[in-house]
């Protein structure tokens, strides 16, 4: 079984900035990729950005050049910083895990921007 726990989130001000964590736990000797996705209201979830075992990243083009995912093997953990911030990336934050098993996912931490 995999766990991943998302922290981070919370309500900033447009053009600030906001830094995710996601650690991962359990069965995870092996996976494929780490990544978040977001769901807005009465929108689908979206991806946002994923990071390969092997370190290639890729991000969606609404992320490039103002969010960063990175990882720490040593803690299993996940990172995405996000800066320059804007309402339209007012969303549920969900961290994932794609292992041999499937896809796993989080609970999800909200991330707010205000005007």
């Known amino acids: 079984q995999v766990q991943l726990v998302e922290s981070g989130g919370g309500l900033v001000q447009a053009g600030g900035s906001l830094r995710l964590s996601c650690a991962a736990s359990?069965?995870?000797?092996?996976?494929?990729?780490m990544g978040w996705y977001r769901q807005a209201p009465g929108k689908e979830r979206e991806l946002v950005a994923r990071?390969?075992?092997?370190?290639?990243?890729n991000y969606a083009s609404s992320a490039k050049g103002r969010f960063t995912i990175s990882r720490d093997n040593a803690k299993n953990t996940v990172y995405l910083q996000m800066s320059s911030l804007k309402p339209e990336d007012t969303a549920v934050y969900y961290c994932?895990?794609?292992?041999?098993?499937?896809?796993?996912w989080g609970q999800g931490t909200q991330v707010t921007v205000s005007s």
């Open positions: 994932t895990l794609l292992a041999p098993t499937g896809r796993h």
């Open positions: 359990g069965n995870i000797f092996r996976f494929n990729s």
């Open positions: 990071i390969t075992n092997s370190g290639l990243t």
